[in-house]
């Protein structure tokens, strides 16, 4: 079991951490300067290592900029499911809370589930949120822990994106301003990158990025709606699964 739950935990890093921060480091290696050499085995070790430093630093920029821009959680998905049903039956919830109930009986929750308030029950429901999704993960065989590693991983490239677009237009837009100069982009700031050896016009760097970043909005960004009613309802039908398994 201690195995398992350890192979769900490297999967939703490998999905939501790593593939996010090594995209970004690919996509940034064509900008690199052409002075930089490296041995193949040192890019893999760059490569693995930064991809999940990098990647962390885009999971916490991903969380800051969604709680600042007010973006609802998975938390805050949960609470209001079960405060108003909107995607699950109200038989689902029912047997969700009963089973809340009989396990967390630590908590000051109302018999009746008509009876939560959103106020005066918050803490309570903050911390049946935790308590719940930790006993989902340690048993490691629900589907709502590959969900949410989906969905995080879709939050997390739609920032890899947005960081590449920035880079690659602002290369663009310098490439472009500097074009009718005498001298190119790579001999007014002593800069030459992979980039310019393919002697691609800025114009279509320019439009690729903006192109690669709107297809990422609707790719990643807009489908992560879907994918948290889907967790959510995975999250809560795991839960009772599992408490009926353990009540047989």
């Not at 998905?77 to 396990?103: R, S």
């Not at 049946?128 to 939050?155: C, E, N, P």
């Not at 709107?214 to 599992?242: N, P």
Request: hydrophobic share 45%; net charge negative.
């Amino acid at each position: 079991m201690i195995g398992e739950g350890t192979r769900q935990l490297d999967l939703y890093d490998f999905f939501s951490i790593f593939i996010p921060g090594a995209s970004l480091l690919l996509g940034v290696v064509p900008l690199i300067p052409q002075s930089v050499h490296m041995p193949p085995a040192a890019i893999i070790a760059v490569l693995i290592v930064g991809g999940v430093v990098v990647g962390r630093g885009i999971h916490a920029a991903r969380l800051w900029i969604e709680e600042n821009a007010g973006a609802p959680s998975h938390r805050d998905e949960f609470i209001d499911e079960i405060l108003n049903p909107c995607v699950l039956t109200d038989d689902l919830i029912n047997q969700f809370y009963l089973a809340c109930q009989d396990n967390f009986d630590n908590l000051a929750l109302p018999n009746d589930r008509s009876d939560l308030n959103r106020q005066s029950h918050a803490d309570d429901l903050d911390m049946l949120y935790s308590l719940v999704r930790s006993k989902i993960h340690m048993d490691a065989r629900g589907r709502s822990r590959t969900f949410q590693a989906v969905l995080d991983f879709y939050g997390s490239i739609w920032i890899a994106s947005s960081l590449l677009f920035s880079l690659y237009y602002s290369y663009a837009t310098i490439d472009g301003l500097t074009n009718g100069w005498s001298t190119g982009f790579g001999d007014v700031i002593g800069y030459q990158s992979y980039l310019s050896t393919y002697d691609i016009h800025y114009a279509v760097i320019a439009v690729f990025a903006v192109g690669v970043w709107g297809g990422a909005y609707y790719t990643f960004y807009r489908v992560r709606s879907d994918y948290r009613e889907i967790y959510i309802q995975y999250f809560m039908s795991d839960f009772v699964i599992l408490q009926n398994e353990s009540g047989n």
